[in-house]
């Protein structure tokens, strides 16, 4: 089974942004101070601490606009932290009882058939049995509830 590797919001976007700098839509990110309960942080993966600053933006994983390439809301820590960069599953994604998976091609394009909500106990399991299929190149994960953008999951080794 392939191995896989968590991948968080790039580092360089983070500290644009954490600087002031625009979101997907155009707009400077909300400033906001964390309740401690439900604020995950897409570029450490851990929940943002309750009395923390943070930021709530709009956010687009992809590389261009094109009919797949979803926006919504996403968290990050206020002041520069460090991206995730640890084995196995971030804090984040053990905050919940389930998430959705879905697969995408190397053209970002959703493969149909992929998307489904899954316990967060198969979530690293049903991950890598995706990335298995040649035609899917990364995964994202999203809140089941929400459909927030949480991470980015790929092939352990690839770039």
């Known amino acids: ?7 968080p919001i790039p580092t360089a976007l983070v500290r644009a942004l954490q600087a002031g700098g625009l979101d997907a839509h155009g707009n400077r990110p909300e400033r906001a ?13 851990s929940m943002i601490p ?25 968290f990050l820590c206020a002041e520069p932290c460090a991206p995730w960069q640890g084995e196995g599953l971030p ?18 394009r959703i493969v149909y058939g992929t998307g489904a909500v899954v316990p967060a106990a198969t979530l690293a399991e049903r991950a890598a049995a995706l990335l298995d299929d040649g035609a899917i190149t990364f995964v994202h994960v999203r809140s089941a509830r929400n459909g927030c953008f949480q991470c980015r999951i790929d092939r352990a080794g690839a770039a």
């Open 33 to 45: 101070v964390s309740d401690g309960a439900g604020a995950p942080c897409r570029h450490c993966l």
């Open 50 to 74: 309750e009395g923390a600053g943070m930021l709530i933006l709009a956010h687009s994983p992809f590389g261009a606009r094109q009919p797949y390439a979803e926006t919504g809301p996403v």
């Open 1 to 7: 089974m392939t191995e896989i590797r968590v991948t």
């Open 91 to 108: 804090p984040i994604l053990t905050s919940s009882p389930d998430y959705m998976l879905r697969g995408y091609d190397a053209a970002e």
